[in-house]
Structures are given as structure tokens and as C-alpha cells.
């Protein structure tokens, strides 16, 4: 049985994402970068390491779940994967995911593929609907810049996670549809939403689920198992933090922001967007919403302290939840907007997005 994959470097040529014309591009960027498609890859292939073949990590069809009072697998300081689509609410284990990477689901009347990349800490929802067809995901036995990259059944494209778009077949450069995930710990998580499906280790699949492999990458000065390049030493290399993307370019936030007691409000402009930023790191979780002020609201926003699913209040009495949802008051079933952003490792923050911004600024609560 195979655990852990073996990777090796498969060193070809450069990047882009216009069309080819066999030119090197400008150089290797984030992702797609102002140059050319070369060689039919949208990423520079220097950075693309082979794994071992498509689905040597198999991927999950149709989980089992039960609820969350049934949990006994999980630890309260277990980082876990929230979910919330047309109020199905389900939790997914790292403890699980670490040795699948990719799960297939219907969430909410949703089909979408859950996913983890335990080398680069980084957890995403995406509809698994492309071009108007429903299909599946698999591990494509490749990582760039250690990073997961998945295929789809469909169309074979390779796509790679933390750009969220494929880099690689007849869709290349084109984007999938990010779910808002919530990550935190599993006592938090069970504490705001204890009503939680959970998936359970009836996987289907013969698995150590004790076992955890990755465990050693906690350790915020621990180095990357795999390369990744460039490299960046503002942070330490594990520390995990949120970031925040907007076209190439891309904003961390680390949790030492959230250092006061409770739950904090940031606010920020970052891109061509007002940004709420709320997090708590006692609680281990940090989410990011754009400021409906921008667009002409007048809401006073401060955090909620111990509000369980809640994290804001405004002037007009609306209470918000962790997924931006307001759950009562006036504005009562009205959503802010997500921002394009999930929680990683430092060093894949600067890898993927070169140079990425660190936010040092306080809080507002």
C-alpha cells in the first residue's frame, strides 16, 4: 500500500498563457504569466515535478458521513475543512484528506471536489461542473511548485490547485468556481456548527487513518518536503497564513495579526477592493469578506466575542456568520461577497505568488 507518493523533477522549458507560438515567455510568473503557452503548459514546467501517475493517490467517490457527535477519530486541535452550500453543512478531516488529496461530492444539490495538498497546506472547494458537465477529479500524480494538481475526467485538462484554473490541455487558463471554506480546528469547528456531517473513515479504501505523514510539517521552521521556488524568508517557511488573491498578485495574512484576545476586525484595501478580514487565534480561523461599504452601504461592522458561528454585528443589528451569511436582523439571509482566498504555508504563498504582500497593520476590534 502506498502512502506517501515519490516525486522527482521533470525539468522541460517555460510558461504562459496566450497562445503559442513557440517563444519562451518573459520568464515564470505566479501562474499564467504575460508571456506564451509553451509546450502546452500555462506553467513553467521547470517548477512541475511528476509524482508517479495520474490517481496513484486515490481519490475519494461519495463519502460516508456521520454526525458530529459520533466523531471519536479527531482530536480538538485536528485542523478540519467547513463547508456550507444551501445550508448542508459538512466538516473534512486533514486527518483523512492527507492520504486522498481529492473528494467528490454533492454538497447541497452541489457536485464539487474537495481538496487538500498536505505539502502546501492549502484546502479548496470547486464545482465540478466544466463547460456545463458534471465530472470528477483525481490526483494527476503532479505538483507545481509542490503544489497539488488535479485532472478531470472529463476532459483530461491538469489543474492546479492554488491557481484554480488548468494549466494544462484543451481549457488551458481557463478557471473553475471556488466554494468559501472555513478551516479550523475541530473543537472550534464542532463548537459553531454541532449539527456538522463529518466525513467518516469508512472511505472505502484500506487506510492507516492514524497514521498521519505530514505531521511534522506543524513545525512553522520545518523545511518543504519538495521545491519550490522562489523562495522568501520574511516568515517561516510553515507558518500558516490567509491569503488573499486578486489577478496575479496576491496578500497574506498571518495570524499574528490576531494576537489580542477574542476576535479581531481588519480592515483593508488590497487590489480594487475594501476588505473585511476577521479572525481569531485562539480559535484558529481567519476569513475574508469584501466591504459592502464599498458599494455605497452605510454598516458599521465590529466582531461578535464567543457568538459561536457569529463573528460580526453591525449598527442595524444584523448578525453575521463565519460564512459571511447574515443570520438575523433585518438583513436577515443576505450573503457577503467571499474573497478569493484560502489558508497555506507561507513558502507556497511565495512561490505561487512571488513577493506576495504581508499585512502589519492592527485591528479594528
Known amino acids: 500500500m502506498k502512502k506517501l507518493a515519490t516525486y522527482f523533477l521533470l525539468v522541460i522549458i517555460l510558461v504562459s498563457c496566450d497562445e503559442d507560438d513557440g517563444t519562451p515567455g518573459p520568464g515564470p510568473g505566479p501562474g499564467p504569466s504575460p508571456g506564451k503557452v509553451v509546450n502546452g503548459w500555462a506553467v513553467d514546467l521547470v517548477k512541475v515535478q511528476d509524482a508517479g501517475g495520474r490517481d496513484i493517490i486515490p481519490s475519494i467517490e461519495n463519502s460516508t458521513f456521520i454526525s458530529a457527535s459520533q466523531v471519536s477519530f479527531l482530536t480538538d486541535n485536528e485542523l478540519v475543512i467547513g463547508i456550507n452550500i444551501n445550508g448542508d453543512i459538512r466538516a473534512y478531516s486533514h486527518r483523512i484528506l492527507d492520504l486522498h488529496e481529492v473528494s467528490n461530492e454533492t454538497i447541497g444539490g452541489m457536485p464539487v471536489t474537495v481538496s487538500l495538498c498536505p505539502l502546501t497546506g492549502t484546502a479548496l472547494t470547486w464545482d465540478r461542473t466544466i463547460n456545463g458537465e458534471v465530472t470528477t477529479f483525481g490526483v494527476a500524480g503532479l505538483l507545481y511548485n509542490s503544489n497539488l494538481i488535479m485532472y478531470d475526467r472529463l476532459t483530461g485538462n491538469n489543474w492546479a490547485q492554488m491557481l484554480s484554473e488548468s494549466v494544462n490541455g484543451s481549457l488551458i487558463c ?67 497564513v490567509h491569503g488573499i488573491i486578486d489577478g496575479d498578485q496576491a496578500r497574506v495574512y498571518p495570524f499574528s495579526n490576531f494576537e489580542d484576545s477574542g476576535t479581531q476586525l481588519l480592515i483593508d484595501f488590497f487590489g480594487s477592493n475594501d476588505l473585511l478580514i476577521v479572525g481569531d487565534a485562539d480559535r484558529n480561523f481567519i476569513v475574508s469578506f469584501i466591504d459592502p461599504n464599498s458599494t455605497g452601504e452605510n454598516l458599521e461592522f ?11 454585528e453591525d449598527n442595524e443589528g444584523n448578525r453575521w456568520n463565519i460564512f459571511g451569511e447574515a443570520v438575523s436582523g433585518p438583513r436577515m439571509g443576505n450573503k457577503l461577497t467571499p474573497t478569493h482566498s484560502y489558508m497555506g504555508y507561507w513558502f507556497s504563498w511565495a512561490a505561487i505568488f512571488p513577493s506576495p504582500d504581508i499585512f502589519t497593520g492592527g485591528s479594528d476590534g
Open 174 to 240: 481557463e478557471e473553475v468556481d471556488n466554494i468559501t471554506v472555513v478551516e479550523t480546528t475541530w473543537a472550534n469547528w464542532k463548537s459553531m456548527y454541532p449539527q456538522s456531517l463529518v466525513q467518516s473513515t469508512d472511505t472505502g479504501f484500506d487506510r492507516d487513518y492514524n497514521n498521519l505523514p505530514f505531521s511534522s510539517l506543524v513545525d512553522p521552521n520545518a523545511n518543504p518536503l519538495f521545491p519550490a521556488t522562489p523562495e522568501d524568508d520574511r516568515m517561516p517557511k510553515h507558518e500558516r
Open 302 to 312: 465590529r466582531p461578535v466575542q464567543n457568538g459561536g458561528e457569529v463573528i460580526l
